[in-house]
């Protein structure tokens, strides 16, 4: 499957950015999916992820209650709401796919493939 990120920008702290993840080559509904981050200087980190069905979810400590995480299977898309951003969000995020087995995983090497990134940026 091949993912493309979208969505970033620069936004000022306290406020909302959605970010979409378009899949094509696979039905989405095969994977469970996540969003990561990366900020210049530090690791790759885990976000947020969804079951292949968006019934379960799982969301890092520090974006739970700003962030939501969601699918639409029909039209192969995952999304991340993200609201009362901070500047600590500013990162690259990446989604990613995981074949799904009904575990969601917040470690990197656990997903199969990733989108390209896209920047956001929130300014104090």
């Known amino acids: 499957v091949q993912l493309q990120a979208s969505g970033g920008g620069l936004v000022q702290a306290g406020g909302s950015l959605r970010l979409s993840c378009a899949a094509s080559?696979?039905?989405?509904?095969?994977?469970?999916m996540g969003w990561f981050r990366q900020a210049p200087g530090k690791e790759r980190e885990f976000v947020a992820a969804?079951?292949?069905?968006?019934?379960?979810?799982y969301y890092a400590d520090s974006v739970k209650g700003r962030f939501t995480i969601s699918r639409n299977n029909p039209e192969n898309t995952l999304y991340l709401q993200m609201n009362k951003l901070e500047p600590e969000d500013t990162a690259v995020y990446y989604c990613?796919?995981?074949?799904?087995?009904?575990?969601?995983?917040?470690?990197?090497?656990?997903?199969?493939?990733w989108g390209q990134g896209t920047q956001v940026t929130v300014s104090s």
């Open positions: 080559g696979r039905t989405l509904s095969n994977y469970d």
């Open positions: 990613a796919a995981e074949r799904r087995g009904g575990i969601l995983y917040t470690e990197a090497v656990r997903y199969d493939y």
């Open positions: 969804v079951t292949w069905s968006g019934a379960g979810t």
